[in-house]
């Protein structure tokens, strides 16, 4: 979307919003320039002159599409939200559940944006930086889960719950493990897995042109879409490494889909808990499936 339309005209605006709608009443989008399009985390801000700031967040449902001028769009104008028109291009956000107009000072005072942490997508964003964050979060919070953790986007910016789960395979580490567990070595492995497999998924190998990404996530390397993932959406199939089962529970406080492989990422207690694994699951070691007992 920058390289569409950064630094280019709006010359038409048009959203179902109302909020939205009465920002262009008064103050109309038609005419400023869109001084730049940047992600931060999983929000888009789209910075039009004049300060003003279009701030969207596409949760699970949204998406934003890039059309040319005279081009028919893929879904229909009532899942339309915003469309802004340049002379080349029009750029239309469909079924986007948070959409809001900020000043910069606004924005600043925003409980969300201004306090993500380091995005797994930024230029800045290196290993060491994504350690850091996870041992400053677990000297904080040591027994919060790790899972929950990859998805805390004050944490680690970017992160979703396909990725969550392909992560933590990564690195073998079990899902449910509190924060006090795990090694340096184990967070080397997940801040450099998370940064790689964000990267290939957004990237299509067709060089600087403009083109529509499937969306389809990857992280095995496979071309079929039914091998893409290690264990994300895999429950009751067989590990594509070990060939135990893997496993699914919901996590956290909003009961987010967790998967694992409980051989290759095996339960380790925190000092002072009991040895069995979460919820007394059962968990398939290098023999005969038994349940792992205090």
């Known amino acids: 979307m920058q390289r569409a339309l950064g630094g280019k ?24 320039t869109i001084e730049k399009v940047e992600a931060r985390g999983k929000w888009l801000l789209v910075h ?28 229909g104008k009532d899942r339309m939200r915003v469309v802004f028109y340049t002379a080349d291009w029009q750029a239309v956000a469909f079924n986007v ?10 924005l600043e005072r925003s409980t969300q944006v201004p306090k993500l942490g380091l995005d797994v997508l930024g230029e800045t964003y290196s290993v060491d930086g994504g350690i850091a964050r996870l041992k400053a979060y677990a000297m904080e919070h040591p027994a919060a889960e790790i899972a929950v953790v990859l ?59 403009i083109v529509t990404y499937s ?12 091998d893409r993932l290690w264990v994300y959406g895999r429950q009751g199939q067989e590990c594509r490494r070990c060939g ?23 339960w380790l207690p925190a000092p002072g808990q009991c040895a069995e694994a979460p919820q007394g699951r059962m968990v398939k070691l290098l023999g005969p499936r038994r349940r792992v007992g205090c």
């Not at 701030?55 to 599409?65: C, F, P």
């Not at 395979?169 to 497999?197: C, D, H, L």
């Not at 996590?251 to 694992?260: H, I, L, M, N």
């Open 244 to 266: 135990a089962l893997v496993q699914m529970r919901k996590q956290g406080e909003q009961a987010r889909s967790t998967y694992w492989c409980p051989e290759c990422q095996p």
């Open 151 to 209: 998805l805390n986007q004050r944490v680690l910016a970017g992160l979703g719950n396909v990725y969550k789960s392909e992560v933590a395979f990564a690195a073998g580490v079990n899902p449910f493990r509190a924060m006090s567990t795990i090694t340096e070595r184990e967070m080397a492995v997940m801040a450099e897995v998370a940064g790689r497999w964000m990267k290939v998924n957004v990237l299509d190998g067709a060089g600087d042109s």
């Open 215 to 226: 969306g389809n996530r990857r992280t095995t390397g496979a071309s079929s879409r039914d």
């Open 48 to 75: 039009f002159s004049g300060d003003l700031i279009l701030l969207t967040h596409m949760l699970m449902s949204g998406s934003w599409h890039l059309y040319r001028t005279g081009e028919t769009w893929f879904m």
């Open 97 to 106: 559940p948070v959409a809001e107009f900020h000043t910069a000072r606004s």
């Open 9 to 32: 005209v709006c010359t038409g605006f048009e959203t179902g919003l109302a909020k939205l709608a009465r920002v262009n009443d008064d103050t109309p989008i038609a005419g400023r």
